[in-house]
């Protein structure tokens, strides 16, 4: 749980008064003003509240995967030869697209995923199809999903 001398500058934060916090939590705002100025220490679970009314404030301040995302996304067919498939990938400028299966993402091709396969088959790269070399799909997220969750991904996935 966070320390109570954090519940002033959480609110302030988020552009509450007092009252609003109050509402929020579930709390009196005469309640909120002792806290803040150290004349009283709430119970645990009057705490709880109020911290939990910061977090729900904080998700909804919170950027999300819609505020952030690229908007153009180029996708590829599984049955996209490589040769049409680094085409694509040099016009557009891009190092990283997704794989189709009809309507459903199926897998990823990167450059680092065409770079290996050349290298480690040179030979069979005219015949290679998209399905051939694609990693394992990415991670999909909803349009809501918050920025720390985003970013908690991102250690792991180069695209969600």
Known sequence: MNNIEEIKKLRK?????????AIAAGVSQSLIAKIESGQVDPTYSKAKNIFLALERLQQRDE????????????????????????????????SQVP???????????????????????PGSA?????GDIMDDAPPIVSLTTGFRSLSELLKNYSIL
């Open 13 to 21: 934060k988020h552009g509450l008064n007092q009252h609003d916090l």
């Open 63 to 94: 950027l999300k995967a819609r505020d952030i995302m690229s908007k153009k996304i180029s996708f590829i067919d599984m049955n996209d030869s490589l040769k049409d498939v680094v085409k694509i990938m040099r016009s557009k400028g891009i």
């Open 99 to 121: 794989v189709m299966s009809g309507e459903k993402v199926c897998g990823i091709i990167t450059e680092r995923v065409i770079l290996n396969k050349v290298l480690t088959q």
């Open 126 to 130: 005219e015949n290679l199809k998209a």
